[in-house]
């Protein structure tokens, strides 16, 4: 092989070397871009994860504040768990007052109420009942300070005999429905 012949094939292997060199400097600058980035990532969803593990003590005081009121709320509700035994329940609950009361519930019906809150839903019941200016007062207190909490919806005082009221009251009270 003559000199020229020779470098000829040096610099065409020089060539080579070099293209694939910057082939190779090409694919390895890529990957480690590649690699940057996703290490990025990881880091951020580190931080993330890190911001919320930090908020964590924050949502277990929360999560006790939920908790409490819920406990609250349960000694609250009607213990029924549908509309019927509901209604039933709340007027149960209305006579025995009235009776402490030492007044007399002449009649009483359900009435319709669509008022929902998640599972909770209300019921109402309309009574009529008589009774005298202090039975009226001991059934309001009644009212107000029965568990389950009942809600007065309505109250309609008319005039009846001597010292004797016909009171219609609406009454709801609130009941968690069975899933």
Known sequence: MKSRERFVL???VLVVVVTGSIKLTVRVRDALGAQRRDLTASVERLAAAERQVRRLPG???????VRGELIALASRILKSRSEADATAELAGILP???????ATVEGSTASSDSARAGTL???SMQFQ????????NAILTGLVSN???LELRRLRIA????DRFNVQLVVAGW???SP
């Open 175 to 177: 009941y968690r429905e």
């Open 129 to 136: 009942v008589a009774t005298d200016g202090f039975g009226m």
């Open 147 to 149: 568990l389950p909490t």
């Open 59 to 65: 949502l277990e005081d929360s999560a006790a504040a």
């Open 10 to 12: 040096r610099m065409g």
């Open 121 to 123: 839903h209300r019921v």
């Open 96 to 102: 025995v007052i009235a009776a402490r009361a030492g």
């Open 159 to 162: 005039v009846g005999n001597g």
